[in-house]
């Protein structure tokens, strides 16, 4: 069983602080602006602030400075994501004075608004990625950095994926079922109601549509089953599913 707990005791910088917005470009890779406010934030003034952008194997790190100054770095291009890659990103501030290397607070898991949209940088616990699939429609990559929904881009698949009831209705469903299931029953999660990472946030979700206690793994897995089960027909009663499934057939049919 794996139990997650915060045993470093560093904070966590406030959501409301951070603001990244992602740039593509047609002819290379993307870029980024972030802004970044930590005048009043209790940190020491010389504490270095980092941001990271990471996805898959790709990773780049960049200086933006220091608390009390923050100073973005001006060569912000991801040369080693690609043209259309997901992108997430992270802001740390790390020590250089008492524990030089400590860290000291940081977001993780930074969602960015794509340019030329609107929306801020709120958690998104399911982000989607666009590629190449082959065969696939869609698949789920659930590794250690999150859940993504990646979909084949087929021609006007973006706009399908935004406003389909009928991908909402069979795709939606069948993904929280499969988050939940690999968390409880494949690792065995027990989850901290505090817990900032990407587990606590599906777990928060989760029990919006089951406030009930989650069952522990010690009693039978077959209580876990049926707890993931109650959040998927609850999610899917409260966006009536069915409804939207049938009314789309008959629109496709007309």
């Known amino acids: 069983m794996i139990r997650r707990f915060n045993y470093t005791k560093r904070r966590r910088i406030d ?9 593509r470009n047609p002819n290379g890779p993307p870029s980024f602006d972030a802004r970044i406010d930590l005048s009043g934030a209790r940190f020491p003034a010389d504490a270095s602030v980092f941001v990271e952008a990471y ?7 960049f200086p933006y400075g220091t608390v009390g100054r923050i100073v973005p770095e001006p060569e912000r291009d991801l040369k080693e994501f690609d043209r259309d890659s997901t992108v997430f990103f992270r802001v740390k501030i790390v020590d250089r004075s008492e524990r030089v290397g400590k860290l000291l607070a940081e977001l993780d898991d930074i969602n960015p608004v794509e340019a030329g949209s609107e929306g801020d940088t709120r958690y998104c616990i399911l982000p989607v990625s666009f590629g190449e699939l082959g065969q696939e429609i869609w698949r789920l990559k659930l590794d250690e950095t999150r859940p993504v929904l990646e979909v084949n881009r087929l021609d006007g698949m973006e ?3 935004r406003s389909s009831p009928m991908f909402l209705s069979l795709v939606y469903p069948a993904v929280i079922r499969e988050v939940l299931q690999h968390l409880l029953l494949v690792e065995e999660e027990e989850i901290a109601d505090d817990d900032t990472t990407w587990r606590g946030h599906w777990m928060r979700f989760s029990k919006h549509y089951n406030p009930e206690p989650v069952p522990s793994i010690e009693e039978d897995s077959y209580l876990r089953r049926e707890w993931i089960e109650r959040v998927v027909r609850r999610f899917s009663e409260s966006q009536k599913i069915r409804e939207k499934f049938t009314a789309a057939r008959m629109s496709e049919g007309s």
């Open 159 to 161: 706009e399908y994926v």
């Open 15 to 23: 959501p409301e602080r951070v603001f990244i917005r992602l740039i």
């Open 55 to 61: 996805y898959k194997s790709s990773y780049m790190r």
